[in-house]
C-alpha cells in the first residue's frame, strides 16, 4: 500500500517560514519525481516545486526566490521550505509522486498566512 503522509503546515504570520516534509512508503521512493502542489479555496490546484529523481527543481514564478524543495531519499522524504510567506500562499499543500506510469497523492496539510 503506497503512503504519502504531509507534516509541518499550520498558522504562520505574513513574513514567517514553515517547511513541509512528505514522508512516502510503498514504493520505491528514489526512482519517483516528488511534487509540492497548492490549492486554496475556490482555486485550482498548481504545482508549487518540483524535484526529479536526479535532483533538478523547477518552481512556479509565484515562489521562486522564497521555496526550496528537497529530498532525502535514505528517509523517504520531501521537503518544502517556506519563507517570507504571503498571505496568498494560503492553501492546502499536498505531495505527488510520479513516475512514467503511476501517480500517488498524499491528503494534504493547511497552511494559513495571516497578514
Known amino acids: 500500500q503506497v503512503q504519502l503522509v504531509e507534516s509541518g503546515g499550520g498558522l504562520v504570520q505574513a513574513g514567517g517560514s514553515l517547511t513541509l516534509s512528505c514522508t512516502v512508503s510503498?514504493?520505491?521512493?528514489?526512482?519517483?519525481?516528488m511534487g509540492w502542489h497548492r490549492q486554496a479555496p475556490g482555486k485550482q490546484r498548481e504545482l508549487v516545486a518540483a524535484i526529479t529523481t536526479g535532483g533538478s527543481t523547477n518552481y512556479a514564478d509565484s515562489v521562486k526566490g522564497r521555496f526550496t524543495i528537497s529530498r532525502d531519499n535514505a528517509k523517504n522524504t520531501v521537503y518544502l521550505q517556506m519563507n517570507s510567506l504571503k498571505p496568498e500562499d494560503t492553501a492546502v499543500y499536498v505531495c505527488n509522486a510520479n513516475n512514467r506510469l503511476w501517480g500517488y497523492w498524499g491528503q494534504g496539510t493547511q497552511v494559513t498566512v495571516s497578514s
Open positions: 510503498g514504493i520505491i521512493f528514489s526512482t519517483y519525481a
